[in-house]
């Protein structure tokens, strides 16, 4: 499955990321091998659970935090890293709580982070390892070099996916307006979307985990999302077999289930269409549009002319075929924005007519 982390977690990634003061003091700790355990946040819980220590309350800074770390002990930061509260404590949390940990350290953290909710950091002198615990997952932080080298590579993946689903949606539109759509073709399109979603996904996580050492990634990320790909859900609504009353529901089931399917699952057209409820067994089945995607392509038409346009008008073919005149029967159809559509899907047919000569 693709990567789905929590909103804590992704703060908690964010707060360590390279450029932060708590990155700083953290690989300062990794270079003077001494090891530590932060807990990011205080309240009753916690201090329920200490013994020992002293009092610091002082404003945060790597150089402390390295100079901290070098005594045994916890040390207790606020929720944002701004403020160093304790150092030097003992932490006895609950021994009842599960873990799957073997070192003492890390046995300690996973079961703080479990009891307190709050992200609970490991820094792993022998290992030369960071480790963030939130509540019952385990995040290893990596390398800058080795986060930045794979982000590299998904960012050409992503270029490669984003021009094949190009492709794909320009074919699309060609066969709707040819009246020659295949189940294979909807289930080639939704695939793609998918796959340029995760890989998206993806790549946002590098950009967060990098820090200030991500900004080229994600300028280039933002660079390969452009407003004009369309999403899943404009592809379902034209054609999965509900009734109008029951179509958003159906949606809405299918973008989740997208998003859900195993990496593995995903390059299976049959069970693609499985999950969205769509017939497997006869992909080179002729489907017919209902024409949301193409109207949806004129950016002066409001979603709710477009539904009453489908209502009215049985497919893309009927669409492309109505005069000025059927277009203007439609409630909130005037003259001017009749004008606009028949105009629109005439371009579009000449577009896809004159590329089919090319």
Not at 294 to 318: E, N, T, W
């Amino acid at each position: 499955m693709p990567l789905q982390y929590s909103d804590q977690l992704l703060k908690a990634i964010a707060r360590i990321a390279p450029g932060t003061d708590l990155r700083e003091g953290l690989e300062r700790i990794l270079r003077g091998r001494t090891g530590a355990l932060i807990v990011l946040g205080s309240d009753r819980t916690v201090q329920s659970m200490t013994s020992g220590g002293f009092v610091i309350n002082t404003e945060f800074s790597a150089t402390r935090l390295r100079e901290l770390a070098k005594m045994d002990g916890a040390i207790i930061c606020d929720r944002d890293a701004t403020t160093l509260l304790h150092a030097g404590v003992q932490l006895l949390p609950d021994p009842a709580i599960e873990t799957h940990e073997s070192g003492t350290r890390h046995r300690t953290a996973e079961r703080v982070a479990k009891q307190t909710g709050f992200p609970v950091i490991v820094v792993s002198s022998s290992m030369s390892m960071i480790s963030v615990y939130v509540d019952d997952i385990r995040y290893t932080v990596e390398h800058t070099q080795t986060l930045m080298s794979r982000a590299n590579q998904a960012i050409q993946t992503l270029e490669s996916y984003t021009r094949r689903l190009d492709q794909v949606l320009s074919n699309l539109s060609a066969l709707e307006i040819e009246s020659d759509v295949t189940l294979r073709d909807v289930l080639t399109t939704l695939q793609r979307m998918e796959m340029v979603r995760r890989i998206s996904a993806e790549v946002n996580h590098y950009a967060l985990e990098l820090g200030t050492s991500g900004r080229l990634v994600k300028l280039q990320l933002e660079e390969l999302n452009t407003p004009e790909l369309p999403d899943p859900n404009v592809i379902l609504r034209d054609y999965l077999p509900a009734p109008s009353e029951e179509l958003e529901d159906a949606v809405l089931a299918g973008v989740q289930a997208l998003s859900t399917l195993e990496d593995k699952d995903i390059v299976d057209l049959a069970t693609i269409a499985q999950v969205i409820n769509l017939d497997p067994h006869d992909l080179d089945m002729p489907i017919v549009p209902r024409g949301y995607r193409l109207l949806s392509g004129i950016k002066s038409v409001p979603g709710a002319i477009v539904d009453r346009l489908v209502a009215q008008f049985d497919g893309v073919q009927c669409l492309i075929a109505a005069s000025i005149d059927d277009l203007r029967a439609v409630d909130g159809v005037g003259e001017q924005r009749a004008q606009v559509i028949r105009e629109s899907l005439a371009r579009m047919a000449e577009t896809t007519m004159l590329d089919g000569f090319m």
